[in-house]
């Protein structure tokens, strides 16, 4: 059979012709078409950051609270004590005030004369803050000078902070729900449509279709993590003290094994309520274990094998160890283990698994 | 090459446990025609289609199209096909011209965008979303998805059901131009109308068999004669042998509360029928004819309406 060949200029482009181009295209159309998805994927890490940055950073320092006991001298002890910084002093009758160190109202009590009595806990450390401010207050207020001003400086260093434990949290989180949602839900959508189908009765070769989404996650991160980041590094001043390859590399391994895990929770499931379900099971333990919010080390021993072969543990302490601590891609060696474990089981499994109609 | 379009020999498909929705179905179309699948709902249609799309694996049977079998290089086969699933929902998001761009990709020949849309009709609707589309353009793009490729052999499933009149006119006029080209069409349907204007042949399945084959003229005048009279009497006391017995009458059988009789020739059936009833006192209540069609022809094959 010969076909005449086609008129040059009537040919399409390259990119008009390319299936994975096209299909690639497709999804991502879909995806920036659909505003609520967009908040999702974008907008929401940026949120949940703002909150919780702000939340944890505007945390007042506690005052030391302490009570003087009512009677002679009584106001002159409150004055000295209520001049010093972030101390807070009441005063109280003598069984008040007792009553009031055993509740944990007041962390010391102080009985007025010369010399003053401190009533206090020594095993509290609470308590034993209180007694060395209340005691240089009253030294001071007495009299006694103080031998040298030392010079003070001020430390909240960046990468020690709350935030900058979450910021890299929330890049491992964001990339672990793209991944699932973006790929899993997307496929069972595409089969409970019977577009899937639709899709198989052409020459469209199978693994274009599935490719294109991995391609389009890939791609999808070069937007996702400069936003977040970003925002976190202008807004927090988020430290990136390793490498920005690095730090890229392992984002992109982890964006691939959670896209296959999204392959194989959209493997077989013909319904969006039950791959949501899949979704969920899949996502929940990481959540909780894989330390977005705080530190999976607060686990009992017990479980830790299992915390660590989690691979969003494994994403979130690679990026950590990158953008706080500096470290070079080839010392998290555990880690890139156990993503690529991930990746390759969850491709293999769900090319097997797939149902194409 | 064989001059056969499909033909495929003992067609099963059972679903365990107990489904069996296509049971030793034999089929032969030809080159540059179009054939039309009839029967009502469950009758094994869809099933049938989509073994022969290659979409459904049988149980048992063998397939070729265009002289392959779906096992000797599948995706050369694919390309020289044209599908519309039963219920297809394509992405909402997407413009008309979008998704035709993406089907189109599928295939290394084929038409251009521009012609598949002027092909259905779409030309005006191309910058326009899917979400946006009535039923019966959707069912257009559908088509016109199926028609990218030019493919040598159409398979439409039920490609008018629930369709407004011109988008049903449009379908219609992209299976004549198909038609034309000399290219093979074989459709499902349940509108007796549909298949006796597009339907060189039509095959009549019922419960997964096929029951009647042939022209639908041929059908038409084999099964159910030329015209049928359909009648109602206020007390049951006709006789079914006495019908059978009078001048000009092929066939006679119950109706639900009256009788259909199939008839060669209204001007000496009917007026045998109204002596025959006058003369034995039974009252008509009510009285009807119409040409025989091939709804007449599952009716008289199966007892049954199509449509029920």
Known sequence: ?357 | MSDLAIRCRGLVKRYPPDVLAVDGLDLEVARGECFGLLGPNGAGKTTTIEILEGLVPPTAGEVELLGRRWTDAPRALRARLGITLQETRLPERLTVAEILRLFRSFYRRGRTVAEVLALVGLEEKRSARYERLSGGQKQRLAMACALVSEPELLFLDEPTTGLDPQSRRHLWDVVVETRRRGHTVLLTTHYMDEAERLCDRVAIVDRGKVIALGTPRELVARVAGTEVVEFETAADAVDEAALRALPGIAAAARDGAGWRLTVAELHVGVPALLGHLQARGIPLTALATHRASLEDVFVTLTGRRLND
Do not use: C
């Open chain 1, 1 to 357: 059979m010969t076909d005449p060949a086609p008129h040059p200029a009537a040919r399409p482009g390259l990119a008009e012709r390319s299936p994975m181009v096209q299909l690639a295209l497709a999804r991502l159309r879909s995806f920036y078409r659909e505003p609520e998805a967009v908040f999702w994927t974008f907008g929401f890490p940026i949120l949940l950051t703002i909150a919780l940055g702000i939340a944890f950073r505007a945390k007042p320092l506690d005052p030391v609270r302490a009570a003087v006991v009512a009677g002679p001298g009584a106001e002159a002890a409150r004055a000295a004590l209520a001049a010093g910084e972030g101390v807070d002093v009441r005063v109280l009758g003598a069984e008040e005030a007792r009553r009031a160190l055993r509740v944990g109202q007041v962390a010391i009590v102080i009985e007025p004369g010369a010399p003053p009595g401190y009533r206090f806990d020594p095993t509290n450390p609470d308590s034993r803050l209180a007694r060395a401010v209340v005691d240089g207050l009253l030294q001071a207020a007495a009299g006694r000078r103080d031998a040298f001003a030392a010079r003070l400086e001020r430390s909240s260093e960046p990468g020690a902070r709350y935030v900058d434990f979450l910021v890299p949290g929330l890049l491992g989180m964001n990339v672990m729900s793209s991944g699932l949602w973006g790929v899993g839900w997307v496929i069972v959508e595409d089969r409970q449509k019977k577009l899937l189908k639709r899709m198989v009765a052409t020459p469209m070769r199978r693994g274009e279709y599935l490719l294109a989404f991995v391609a389009l996650r890939m791609l999808f991160l070069l937007v996702e993590v400069p936003i977040l980041l970003g925002f976190a590094m202008l807004f927090f001043g988020t430290p990136l003290r390793g490498s920005v390859l690095d730090l890229a590399a392992l984002l992109g391994l982890g964006a691939l094994s959670f896209a296959g895990l999204g392959l194989l929770v959209g493997s077989r499931a013909r319904n969006s309520q039950r791959v949501a379900g899949l979704i969920d099971i899949v996502m929940i333990p990481m959540f909780v274990f894989s330390g977005v919010f705080f530190s999976s080390e607060n686990f009992l021993a017990a479980i830790q094998p299992f915390i660590r072969a989690l691979p969003l543990t494994a994403l979130n302490d690679g990026l950590r160890a990158i953008m706080n601590e500096g470290a070079r891609l080839a010392a998290l060696g555990s880690e890139l283990l156990v993503l690529g474990a991930v990746a390759a089981g969850a491709y293999a499994l769900a090319l097997r698994w797939f149902r194409w109609s």
